[in-house]
Structures are given as structure tokens and as C-alpha cells.
């Protein structure tokens, strides 16, 4: 299956949204490191959760975006929507996987590990209302 411009563009402004989004946060940790370092750490930890839970949140809105691209052509509606389900199930639980790792590996820290994780529905959200202003 060859992969669709849509989802490539796609792909590429979450990617780039979710890199804008931790480095963000990376600079809020860091200020707030800075006033109250002994409840805000900035070390490593900060940094291995926010590469981890960008690789989960792009990768998970790839495998979505190839999977509606799957879907999109399969003729059955029941398969359609089977296929569909299962990738929703597999997506959630690879995060609900990620969650408990960064609350459990000590190497790792929880908030920068969860926090990327809602950046792509944010963005989806802020584009749809965007493209609605806009008359699209």
C-alpha cells in the first residue's frame, strides 16, 4: 500500500506540531525548575519522557491516518468498520502502555511523558475551528 499525499502532510504538521508542543513544555519545566527546582526537576528525565511521548503521540496519529487510508478502501461497510475498531483498540491501548511506563520506569518523567500525548488533539481541534472561521 503506497502511502497517500493526505496523510504524509498530516503526519508532517502533527509531527512539527507536537515538536513545537515539547519544547514548550521543555521550557516550562525549565522556569519552573527555576523558581522551584526541588518541585519542578529539569534533567534527563524531563527530556527521555518528552522524546517518548512524541514518538507515541506522531506514531499513533500515523498508524490512525494509514488506517483510515486502509479503511477508506475496503467496499464492506461492516469490515470497514471492524478494521477500523481494532485499530482504535490497539492505538489506545500502545498509550494507555506508555502512560504506565512513564508513571512506573524511574528514568523516566510522568508529566513530560503524558503531556505530548494531547497535543495532537489539540492541534486537530484548533485547526478544524481555524478552517470553520475561515469558511472551509
Not at 499513533?60 to 467496499?75: C, D
Not at 494531547?118 to 486537530?124: E, K, L
Request: charged letters at 15%; hydrophobic letters at 55%.
Amino acid at each position: 500500500m503506497k502511502l497517500q499525499k493526505a496523510v504524509k502532510k498530516e503526519t508532517g504538521i502533527i509531527a512539527a506540531s507536537v515538536a513545537v508542543g515539547i519544547i514548550v513544555m521543555y521550557l516550562v519545566f525549565f522556569c519552573l525548575h527555576m523558581v522551584v527546582p526541588d518541585w519542578a526537576p529539569f534533567d534527563i528525565k524531563v527530556i527521555i519522557g518528552g522524546i517518548g511521548g512524541y514518538l507515541i503521540a506522531v506514531g499513533n496519529f500515523f498508524w490512525m491516518a494509514v488506517s483510515v487510508q486502509k479503511v477508506a478502501s475496503i467496499e464492506d461497510e461492516d469490515r470497514a468498520r471492524k478494521t477500523m475498531g481494532v485499530s482504535y483498540r490497539y492505538r489506545t491501548m500502545i498509550q494507555f502502555l506508555w502512560v504506565i511506563l512513564s508513571i512506573v520506569l524511574p528514568f523516566i518523567n510522568p508529566v513530560a511523558g503524558i503531556a505530548p500525548l494531547f497535543v495532537p488533539s489539540i492541534v486537530i481541534k484548533l485547526r478544524g475551528i481555524i478552517s470553520a472561521g475561515k469558511g472551509g
